[in-house]
Nanobody, 122 residues
């Protein structure tokens, strides 16, 4: 059974940084796409970025490009979302997700974490 557990959320001032972690278990994720999504209050969930586990290629939404970085640690089966230069509009619940193929741009990921709150204050 696939399990994704996010951690690392919290409260940070605008301009600051946070690193989210997504610990994945239950499968070998070498052929998976790992995505990060976020949902702000009263807004629909949106794509933040994704990583193809096998080759480490990353993809980002325009709104976070240049500020956020996704990486992985194979030994720990963990994916990270490094968030720099945070803005108040980055405030949201952030979700980690996994898809059983490399279609990182698909809407429907197969597995989701429980989410972690990120709040950016002005």
């Amino acid at each position: 059974q696939v399990q994704l557990v996010e951690s690392g959320g919290g409260l940070v001032q605008a301009g600051g940084s946070l690193r989210l972690s997504c610990a994945a278990s239950g499968r070998t994720f070498s052929n998976y796409a790992m995505g990060w999504f976020r949902q702000a209050p009263a807004k629909v969930r949106s794509f933040v970025g994704a990583l193809i586990w096998s080759n480490g290629k990353t993809y980002y939404a325009d709104s976070v490009k240049g500020r956020f970085t996704i990486s992985r640690d194979n030994a720990k089966n963990t994916v990270y979302l490094q968030m720099n230069s945070l803005k108040t509009e980055d405030t949201a619940v952030y979700y980690c997700a996994a898809r059983e193929d490399r279609r990182w741009d698909a809407i429907d990921y197969d597995y989701w974490g429980q989410g972690t709150q990120v709040t950016v204050s002005s």
